[in-house]
């Protein structure tokens, strides 16, 4: 394990004032350093309670000097004023932006990628399912949910099987659920004959508020799919979603790699740890002779994973039974659960859950 990542995990432990979640998965880990002994830590926060940096001072510094790699502690925390702080908004009211809609949610993870077309949904609707799959037969009971923000092309609810408008209950949305998943999309809240369009600021906004109203009760995991791109609607979903990890999907091809690399990068920049990259679409298994053929080339996911500083998580085939799982509303994973690719899927929902764990 890198010094990095040892300081991490010690990080890890600690928990925001007053939130069930910590500070490393709430993204307010700026750096952690570690030379000969020295631990150096810088801290991001908004907060007007100036008793916040006080006491996680306190804590990295307890946390930090129990390791035996760490001799010396240092901890600069930098704070800014909430924008505009509501104080009296009382968590529980169901209002906008409001924690407690997500709080009964233990991990929250992205899906994204650096440009559309790559199967980041498809890759997400069987991650999903793949999740549900593993955590059954860990725990023997599993619960899963998927929210589309890909307002661009908000694909989910087909490929899910899901159909129907959400209710609101307390001025939140109620997920739809099938094959075990809760599902929350905006093509959920729009109409499929009435094209939205979509334009500057107003997309940001709106994607924002629909993430932060949406009420999924108790969760072991949340998947988000982001929409494909590097720009401001991305970094404002990653921003303002408590985002435990991302998983980046590309494909083998070269043209794929450096677009993927630029779209992932926002994620340090807004900590959020990258867990992995898949690769998707990258062999075709053929029927007649059960060799691979690499239409697409090959290396691509390899590349990003090391240009990133992270690990492969897996290689998911072209299968037309992929493609026709996502039309017919039963992801492959659900419909064909010993396949090659569904248990390509397994491979990478174990590694998730264990990077998270
Ligand atoms: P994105 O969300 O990146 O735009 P989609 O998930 O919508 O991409 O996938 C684009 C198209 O490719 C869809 O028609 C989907 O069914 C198909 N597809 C995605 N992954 C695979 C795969 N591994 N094998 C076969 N078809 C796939």
Redesign the pocket.
């Known amino acids: 394990m890198s010094s990095h990542q040892t300081l991490l995990n010690a990080l890890s432990s600690i928990k925001y004032p007053g939130f069930s979640r910590d500070i490393v998965s709430f993204g307010l880990v700026r750096s952690a350093i570690l030379e000969a002994g020295a631990a150096s830590v810088q801290l991001a926060i908004t907060t007007s309670d100036p008793k916040v940096p006080v006491d996680l001072k306190r804590e990295v510094e307890a946390v930090l000097t129990e390791l035996d790699e760490v001799s010396e502690v240092s901890v600069e925390i930098a704070v800014s004023k909430p924008k505009s702080a509501p104080p009296a908004q009382a968590e529980g009211s169901g209002s906008t932006g409001d924690k407690s809609l997500i709080s009964g949610v233990k991990k929250i993870i992205a899906v994204a ?1 650096g440009k ?8 997400s609707v069987n991650l999903a399912c793949a999740f549900d799959y593993v955590l059954n037969e860990a725990l023997g009971s599993s619960a899963v949910g998927i929210m589309d923000c ?1 307002v661009y ?1 908000p ?1 989910i609810p087909l490929m899910m099987g899901v159909r129907g408008r959400p209710t609101i209950e307390d001025e939140a949305l109620i997920p739809l659920e099938n094959l075990g998943i809760k599902t929350m999309s905006m093509g959920l809240l729009v109409d499929e004959d009435t094209p939205v369009i979509w334009r500057g600021p107003m997309v940001n906004k709106t994607i924002q508020q629909f993430a932060q109203n949406v009420n999924w009760g108790d969760l072991d995991i949340l998947v988000v ?1 982001l929409p ?1 791109g590097t720009g401001d609607a991305q970094l404002s979903l990653a921003q303002n979603i408590p985002l435990d990890g991302a998983v980046i ?1 590309t494909t083998p091809q070269e043209a794929a790699v450096s677009v993927t690399i630029r779209g992932a990068k926002m994620f340090s920049k807004v900590n959020v740890p990258i867990l992995g990259v898949a690769e ?2 990258s062999y075709f298994l053929n029927p007649a002779n059960g060799e691979k053929d690499y239409l697409f080339g090959t290396g691509g996911g390899e590349k990003a994973a090391e240009s990133l500083d992270t690990v492969l998580l897996g290689k ?5 039974a ?2 026709q799982g ?2 017919m509303g039963i992801p492959i994973v659900k419909s064909a659960p010993n396949s090659e ?1 569904a248990k390509a899927f397994y491979d990478i929902a174990r590694q998730v859950l264990q990077m998270l764990a």
């Open positions: 990628s559309g077309g790559v199967g980041k949904s498809t890759f890909d092309g694909s799919d494909p999907v998707n679409m998911i085939p072209l299968d037309s992929i493609r996502g039309d690719a």
